[in-house]
């Protein structure tokens, strides 16, 4: 079947010329706009002004081609596909495999790619599978300090010496630079201690490049998101006020230059310090800063492309100090408290105090230091002891009497209507036992119940029960 529609350079040339039709463009601009001679320009005119835009559709656009195979023998070939080289999944051939397979067994020869459209068209074959997309290497960065690579490592890196650790790592994306620091855990006092360290030697970066953990970045909940607010976590507030850009990475391989670069620290730093048998964080980090770092820059750090250092200048030390804290929002209670962590903080009145119920921010140092901040300004405070907890109410037990049935007996019960051959005792039998004695002298001689008793057995001599 031939092409009727038009190519999409077809098109782009008809509403070109459509444009020197209205006069806008002459055909030389015309040429220039379509990136062809003025020669061919003025044929294509030519045709445009026989036949409009249906006029530029190349002439053989949906005929066969000249170097087609016959149909007699491509229904040959496809016939044997089918026979021999077809199946399931598991046990088709492929269109490379086949087509060596008709060479060497049919002697028949055709192209792998021409087998794989026939093969395509009759539904022997299926498109390529889903291979993993193609990951090519993100160029660095041009500048110092464009973007810094931050993340850590869980590693032995005191072999035996010491228990697991993790070592917060910062990498130049343009010239491989290293900052490290060794803790505990990938926290967000780690993270601020290596940044910090950063921000003393180089100055500000621009941006940092994370991973999707919740030290550095967070998905939004249901509802932020239906708020629209953006998650903002702690270390991340701190960048915000250093105007650091974090930037989290959807895989490890794309901040493949710090995750190397653990590599390469979990083989040298550990027998660097396995030689001087450091066991402690306090010696590994004297070591990294005294000797490790300048040695381990100096041999693999290298010049940026550009020379230009994008650094920013680095704030003062009592600047720094107030940006790396913990902050939370709490409220003011009626009391003047404020409660945070289950401690209990009594603020102290001043002549500006907000009211009540005012939001006031809690502010925490990594060495335990607490201060409280209304509108940018400390407060003065003292922490309390917790109000003792209200004793639990005593339990009230109730005498209540027992509860009376009021269920009563239907006329028909066997108790009410006794069977036919005690018809004669029944009546005595129960007024016998419904009779109560009168008085106490009565309940002493025990008429009442002593001839019921003798009612009873009486009765069941005579067979009536």
Avoid at 179 to 202: F, M, N, S
Avoid at 399 to 412: D, I, L, M, V, Y
Wanted: charged letters at 30%.
């Amino acid at each position: 079947m031939r092409r009727t529609a038009l190519s999409k350079r077809e098109l782009r040339r008809g509403g070109v010329l459509a444009r020197v039709k209205s006069g806008e463009l002459r055909l030389k601009d015309a040429a220039a706009v379509l990136r062809i001679s003025y020669r061919q320009a003025k044929r294509l005119w030519k045709r445009y002004q026989a036949g409009g835009t249906a006029a530029l559709k190349h002439g053989n656009a949906g005929g066969k081609s000249n170097r087609a195979r016959p149909a007699k023998e491509r229904k040959k070939i496809l016939k044997l596909v089918r026979e021999k080289y077809s199946g399931d999944q598991q046990t088709r051939f492929g269109p490379t495999l086949a087509a060596e397979h008709l060479a060497s067994e049919d002697q028949l020869q055709v192209h792998p790619e021409t087998l794989r459209r026939w093969m395509l068209a009759e539904g022997l074959w299926s498109k390529a599978r889903n291979r993993k997309p193609h990951r090519k290497r993100r160029e660095r960065r041009a500048h110092f300090g464009e973007l810094v690579q931050l993340d850590g490592s869980f590693h032995q890196w005191y072999q035996k010496r010491g228990p697991q650790a993790c070592l917060m790592n910062m990498v130049d994306d343009a010239t491989s630079t290293v900052e490290a620091h060794l803790g505990d855990e990938e926290t967000i006092w780690a993270a601020v201690h290596v940044l910090r360290q950063w921000i003393q030697k180089y100055g500000m970066p621009l941006a940092l490049y994370t991973d999707w953990k919740n030290v550095y970045a967070r998905e939004p909940t249901e509802k932020e998101l239906l708020h629209g607010r953006v998650p903002v976590t702690q270390f991340g507030r701190m960048c915000q006020k250093l105007d650091i850009r974090i930037i989290p990475a959807n895989s490890p391989e794309a901040k493949g230059r710090v995750e190397r670069s653990h590599g390469t620290h979990q083989d040298r730093l550990i027998k660097k310090m396995g030689r001087h048998n450091l066991g402690t964080h306090k010696e590994a980090n004297r070591f990294l800063q005294e000797q490790y770092l300048d040695e381990h820059n100096e041999r693999f750090a290298r010049p940026p492309a550009e020379p230009e250092d994008y650094h920013r200048k680095a704030p003062g030390a009592r600047e720094l100090e107030q940006v790396f804290c913990l902050e939370t929002e709490r409220s003011i209670s009626n009391d003047w408290v404020v409660r945070y962590e289950n401690r209990y903080f009594q603020l102290e009145r001043s002549s500006d105090y907000p009211p009540r119920q005012a939001q006031v921010t809690v502010c925490e140092w990594e060495d335990g230091r607490i201060e409280i901040r209304y509108q940018g300004k400390a407060r003065p405070h003292r922490e309390i002891a917790a109000p003792a907890p209200k004793p639990p109410r005593p339990m009230r037990l109730v005498e209540k009497p027992p509860r009376r049935s009021h269920w009563k007996p239907a006329a028909n019960h066997p108790w009410r209507r006794p069977e036919a051959g005690s018809a004669a005792a029944g009546p005595c039998l129960r007024s016998a036992l419904n009779a109560r004695p009168s008085g106490r002298a009565g309940l002493r001689s025990g008429s009442g119940p002593q001839q019921g008793k003798e009612l009873l057995t009486k009765g069941k001599e005579r067979g009536h029960f």
